[in-house]
């Protein structure tokens, strides 16, 4: 077990934040990783991060992704992809929980080729978003 410990950390205790969000499996490819990194989706330590920048254990990760925002703590950085008991010993998830569909329902939804809303089919939409 040690063996498969030392392939998956790098030697200097980091590892390129797509290839870890990958490894963790925050992300279903590592190119979708790099893509929310390019997109700005990703933040490391409050700062936006750029593909290859490197992460280390104690380091605050912030992804949007999928319609939610996941925030994660390093406790090990790997590079090589590993089982989902190994994953989640990796990271502290403190992301906040999921929207119920009841929440995730309120969104005012316009079926297509409706045009653009009436004064006040917007104002009803405002409502529905919780906004004055």
């Keep these: 077990m040690a063996d498969a ?3 998956t950390t790098d030697a200097g205790g980091t590892a390129r934040v797509d290839a870890w969000m990958w490894s963790v499996r925050l992300t279903k490819t590592r190119s979708v990783a790099a893509t929310a990194c390019r997109a700005g989706h990703v933040k ?3 700062e936006r991060a750029k593909p290859a920048q490197s992460v280390r ?3 605050e990760v912030r992804l949007y992704h999928a319609g939610r925002e996941r925030v994660v703590v390093v406790r090990r950085p790997v590079t090589k ?3 989902a008991p190994v994953a989640a010993e990796c990271f502290i998830d403190n992301s906040p929980p999921p929207p119920t569909p009841v929440e995730a329902a309120v969104v005012g939804i316009r079926d297509r ?3 653009r809303p009436t004064k006040r089919e917007r104002r009803e939409i405002e409502t529905l978003r919780g906004r004055p």
Excluded: K
């Design 5 to 7: 410990d030392a392939r």
């Design 44 to 46: 490391v330590n409050g």
């Design 57 to 59: 254990a104690g380091d």
């Design 81 to 83: 992809r590993v089982g």
């Design 113 to 115: 080729g409706a045009g």
